[in-house]
């Protein structure tokens, strides 16, 4: 069964300061790995999807790696804002299985 | 706007009632997801679809059922509630699962 882990489970940082959220998973044979952002009380909302094949994605402040072999994936957000202040979510799908394995998440509050 | 839509987004129910969730997507997706998320537990997968007319069990699958009848659609029912069926219960949808997930707003259900 794949076991998806993300540290700090909280943290707090000021306004401008990097953010550095981390996911492990145990099970390296995966076919994507996905980071969502969900606010309090709303859904989901797709940050950024990395392939097996690759190694990172980016979209404009946001910056996601991926090393399968180490079953690690970091999630850098450049310059934090209020606004980025949210709950970070990871999800991993294994190769032969339609099913996502989500972690339990980085709650963050950017301090202005 | 394309995207992944939920209702009722809230609803009280007392014990042994029953109810359906409706899931529908206008993006012509395979696949459809529902999952539940609970404090300390994070999302898990109750049922999904890989196609109208078929329907799997995921992690959490006692005490509901799914239908697919339609494409678009994918309903999810409690035949009799439960107090420990309380969540916040999430619909999501996929073109192919390495295309990554869209998830819809949500649905909060109490039982009492």
């Known amino acids: 069964k794949q076991e998806v882990t993300q540290i700090p489970a909280a943290l707090s940082v000021p306004e401008g300061e990097n953010l550095v959220l981390n996911c492990s998973f145990t099970d390296s044979a995966i076919y994507n790995l996905q980071w969502f952002r969900q606010d309090p009380g709303k859904g989901l909302t797709s940050l950024l999807l990395i392939q097996s094949s690759q190694r990172e994605q980016t979209s404009g402040r946001l910056n996601a790696s991926l090393d399968k072999s180490s079953g690690r994936s970091t999630l850098y957000i450049a310059a934090s804002q209020p606004g980025d202040s949210a709950t970070y979510l990871c999800a991993v799908m294994r190769y032969g299985n339609n099913r996502l394995a989500f972690g339990k998440g980085n709650q963050v509050v950017v301090i202005p | 706007n394309a995207g992944v839509t939920q209702t009722p987004k809230f609803r009280v129910l007392k014990t042994g009632q029953s109810m359906t969730l409706l899931c529908a997507q206008d993006?012509?997706?395979?696949?459809m997801y529902w999952y539940r998320q609970d404090p300390g537990m994070g999302l898990r997968l109750i049922h999904y679809s890989v196609g109208e007319g078929t329907t799997a069990k995921g992690e959490v699958p006692d005490g509901y059922n799914v239908s697919r009848l339609k494409k678009q659609n994918f309903l999810l029912g409690l035949e009799s509630a439960a107090p420990s069926q309380t969540s916040v219960y999430f619909c999501?949808?996929?073109?192919?699962?390495?295309?990554?997930?869209?998830f819809g707003s949500g649905t909060r259900l109490t039982v009492v």
């Open positions: 999501a949808s996929s073109y192919l699962p390495a295309y990554g997930y869209t």
């Open positions: 993006m012509n997706h395979e696949y």
